[in-house]
């Protein structure tokens, strides 16, 4: 698999990723506003929604590239991390909400996409 397929390839599986993450949190502010739910539940409800996310992007990938999964799962939660990080700096002018915060983000995405490479 060339340079330019693989590129391709993660592109793809980064908008599905997108998409899903946009139906996920969706569907998980729809449940906030009818439960009332608390910041520390909505904390870990987002954190499982960027964890599930990468976890199929990394599923993908490593279905994509039949080899390295590992690598190439947790390259992709990586860079879905970087894209949440660029975001949010274009959106709310500031990083995540701290440096501890966007560790645990990191660490959650990461460890999303490294298993979902590992189960492909």
Do not use: D, P
Request: aromatic share 16%; glycine share 10%; charged share 10%.
């Amino acid at each position: 698999m060339n340079i330019q397929s693989r590129l391709i390839s993660f592109l793809r599986t980064a908008f599905i990723t997108y998409v899903l993450s946009a139906l996920l949190l969706l569907i998980f502010a729809f449940i906030m506003y009818k439960c009332k739910l608390q910041e520390s539940q909505m904390k870990i409800g987002v954190y499982a929604i960027y964890t599930i996310s990468c976890l199929v992007g990394g599923f993908f990938m490593g279905k994509i590239t039949r080899q390295k999964r590992f690598f190439f799962g947790l390259l992709f939660g990586v860079l879905y991390f970087l894209f949440l990080v660029i975001l949010s700096l274009i959106v709310n002018q500031s990083f995540i909400q701290g440096m501890s915060h966007a560790l645990m983000i990191l660490a959650f995405c990461s460890l999303g996409g490294m298993i979902g490479g590992m189960i492909s």
